[in-house]
């Protein structure tokens, strides 16, 4: 790991553990891309890559021809006017209503560590943990703007952290009408791009598609980073798989408006950017003001996919999330919403808490409808103060009942929302994002409060600590049920309006953060209508997100693929939910609800009241199984083997301990077949040398038998002795038999002997 400087060749060479990232200065102005990808010892002949010797040369041997240079050269940070006409990274108008900029190389500096970056989440260095930032500093002298290209290494992480710092040094007014985070220049034959595309309770799908000559995105314009879209954009070569392939990639620590693109231009170079979207947005930089973009993480994987989620999962674990729950055990939750939805009162909670706690579950969770007049969701948004005639004598009363049952208590919040049915609405009608004189845009049948102002964070801020001093409350979970509309602040000046989607989210980080702070030991979980703010700048406040509300276990194979595709399975929120589904209706055995919530956080979501001796007997098993393997869960590491998405068949992962000692496969047959032999499924990530004993098994199928081995919570696993070589296991694989039914799932615990 390190950053160094070759003065001669005007290079700065940034390692990782298995990658090297290139920069050459050209004519002492130019900042361009050299090279990104498998590590290098030395950097001899690396200049040649930026093409400065062939036509049309740089501008001080061929000044005439400024344009064709500025068209094909590998710009670390792209601009617009003046002959670049690929995607550009930033846009500036000046008083005088012109956009051309010129940034040119100034100086640099190499500093160790990391810094954090002010108001925005930030990944970190962490305890001990060594890491080196290279500033490039560059200017465009005519308009006065100064530009800081800032990239970042950690000793043991396989990134590259970008943003970028725009200061204006001018004695007027710059609009900053596009500053992107990051610019990287590629080359190569057939890339594909491969992204996250969805829609509520369908997020994260992994989508590919060829890279042809032009254009192709991916964004949110609604406010958040949203459900449909991913802040993620990945290029790779053609047939690229979990083990083979290069892969490049770039993830947003951001959660508002994103633009992630990718554009294969004439010479067949490919040029990726990712940052704040322009679309709507505008910053005013006064002279000596300053504006600092998001950080954009830059992967590169010469191993395929599963590499990349190695990298970041580990990078997330490492230096991102700074919750004191990240290497905990998170208490097994049950959540009333899916129970209950707005139906509930005191008695009822109390009731549903007395059989958790039979079965093990260690926390109730009181979801939205407790506050205000809520009975449905057109009303009370914003009145946060407790329905005494659902829940008399207040939190203090009821938190008291459930801990008496033995449970500790978590409550809902939608802090950043105002019904148009409320008290504050009726209050303070100009707190919400609204044009003035236009009739807002209700969805849900609520607003969305205008945490652009100070006053509006200060209030939503207390409103939910008063709540949360008024009782012993150990978890929220912090919700965010529309997108924006209207976009209007009547805070801000005419030709501020554009800045209004930036501060707001800027204020929902302020929220979090003073919140995580006043309350370090609470257990923050971000949601938003299910998994539509589930992204890196989330991560920073809470460490765990609810993943979709769509709890259908077969649906979430695929969600979930998706999400622990980037994420690792201790932030995804899952839990088991009743059958038939809610949402798709359909009916899947309970022990398979259980594996699938298992590469989660795991919880429940359903009336345990209303459930059978036998499958209030399975949550205790289930409860068990966490117990065991919510450790091996939350610090291994991942490894896809199959897709049900992609063979329509069959789903399979597998989390494995760092030394390899010990692996936990999951293995899902989503259909049937008539007529089948067993599969083999190839386990990845042992020690092939090594063998291993098959520690535990536990099955489910639709007529959960009563073999099935589940293992209960004081029991000690069930040990099956059989004994594999890990080379086995690796190449040649374990067979699978098919079963009668569909939907059946198997869990194989080895450890190495
Ligand atoms: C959306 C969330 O995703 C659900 O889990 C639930 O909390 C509802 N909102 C409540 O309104």
Redo the contacts with the bound molecule.
């Keep these: 790991m390190g950053i160094s400087f070759y003065e001669k060749e005007g290079l700065f060479q940034l390692d990782t553990k298995t990658t090297t990232y290139l920069i050459g200065i050209v004519d002492g102005a130019y900042v361009g891309h050299v090279y990104y990808g498998k590590r290098l010892s030395g950097c001899q002949g690396a200049c040649a890559l930026l093409r400065i010797g062939e036509p049309p040369f740089v501008p001080s041997k061929n000044e005439r021809e400024k344009a064709s240079f500025a068209d094909t050269f590998p710009f670390e940070y792209s601009v617009w006017g003046v002959g670049d006409y690929r995607e550009h990274s930033l846009l500036v108008r000046t008083e005088q209503g012109h956009r051309v900029c010129e940034p040119v190389y100034v100086s640099h500096r190499i500093l160790e560590g990391k810094p954090g970056l002010p108001g925005l989440p930030a990944t970190f260095a962490g305890k001990g943990g060594k890491a080196e930032t290279l500033e490039i500093i560059c200017k465009d002298s005519w308009i006065g703007l100064k530009i800081i290209l800032r990239y970042s290494v950690f000793e043991d992480a396989d990134a590259v952290i970008r943003s970028v710092q725009l200061i204006n040094e001018g004695s007027e007014k710059l609009y900053v009408e596009r500053a992107l985070s990051a610019c990287l220049e590629i080359e190569g034959a057939g890339f594909e791009m491969l992204t996250l595309t969805g829609s509520w309770a369908r997020e994260r799908t992994v989508t590919r598609c060829p890279l042809t000559y032009g254009r192709l995105s991916v964004s949110s314009v609604r406010g958040c980073s949203s459900h449909q879209e991913h802040p993620f954009l990945a290029v790779t070569t053609p047939g690229t798989t979990q083990e083979q392939g290069e892969v490049y990639a770039m993830h947003f620590v951001y959660s508002g408006n994103f633009l992630g693109l990718c554009e294969k231009s004439q010479f067949d170079s490919v040029r990726m950017v990712m940052g704040i979207h322009p679309e709507g947005f505008e910053w005013v930089l006064e002279p000596e003001a300053s504006f600092q973009t998001p950080e954009v993480v830059c992967i590169y994987s010469d191993r395929g996919l599963g590499k990349m989620s190695r990298i970041l999962h580990d990078l997330y674990r490492n230096h991102l999330i700074r919750s004191p729950y990240l290497h905990r055990k998170r208490p097994v939750l049950i959540n009333n919403?899916e129970a209950t939805y707005f139906d509930f009162d005191a008695d009822k909670l109390v009731e549903i808490a007395r059989e958790a706690k039979k079965a093990g579950i260690e926390m109730l969770v009181m979801?939205?409808g407790w506050f205000g007049r809520r009975s449905r969701?057109d009303s009370s948004l914003g009145d946060w103060y407790v329905n005494e005639e659902k829940l008399p004598g207040g939190l203090p009363a009821l938190v008291e009942r459930i801990k008496e049952e033995g449970l500790s208590f978590g409550i809902?919040f939608?802090p950043e929302m105002v019904s148009p049915d409320s008290e504050l609405y009726r209050a303070h009608p100009d707190w919400i994002i609204r044009i003035p004189e236009r009739t807002p845009t209700q969805s849900r049948a609520q607003y969305v409060l205008d945490l652009s102002r100070g006053e509006v964070v200060d209030y939503v801020y207390q409103c939910v600590a008063d709540i949360l001093y008024s009782a012993d409350i150990s978890y929220v979970?912090w919700?965010m049920?529309r997108q924006q509309t209207d976009l209007g602040s009547a805070a801000l000046s005419g030709e501020r309006q554009g800045e209004l989607g930036h501060r707001y989210i800027l204020g929902v980080y302020e929220l979090q953060e003073r919140l995580v702070r006043e309350f370090p030991e609470l257990l923050l979980e971000n949601?938003a209508?299910?998994g539509g703010r589930f992204d890196p700048g989330m991560l920073y406040y809470s460490p765990q997100i609810?993943c979709s509300?769509d709890t259908d276990a077969v649906e979430r194979l695929a969600i979930q693929e998706g999400t622990a595709m980037l994420y690792p399975l201790s932030c995804i929120g899952a839990h088991v939910s009743a059958c038939p589904n809610h949402i798709t209706g359909r009916v899947t055995p309970f022990g398979t609800r259980g594996l699938a919530a298992l590469a989660g956080t795991f919880g429940y979501e359903l009336d345990i009241t209303k459930l059978s001796a036998e499958e209030k007997e399975q949550i205790r098993e289930q409860v068990g199984m966490y117990y065991r393997y919510q450790e091996l869960i939350r610090e291994g590491d991942y490894y896809r083997i199959a897709s049900w998405r992609e063979n329509q068949k069959y789903d399979c992962w597998e989390i494995v301990t760092k030394d390899g000692s010990e692996v936990l496969a999951t293995y899902v047959q989503v259909l049937a077949g008539a007529n089948q032999k067993s599969r083999r499924i190839r386990l990845k990530g042992l020690d092939a040398e090594a063998v291993y004993m098959l520690a535990e098994e536990i099955f489910s199928d639709s007529q959960e038998s009563e073999e099935q081995s589940f293992g209960g919570q004081e029991e000690q696993p069930k040990r099956t002795g059989k004994k594999y070589s890990g080379g086995v296991l690796m190449y040649g694989g374990i067979s699978v038999e098919p079963v009668k039914g569909d939907y059946a799932g198997r869990l194989l615990h080895f450890i190495r002997s």
Aim: aromatic residues 22%.
């Design positions: 919403w979801d939205d969701d809902w939608e979970k919700d049920n949601c209508s299910g609810w509300d």
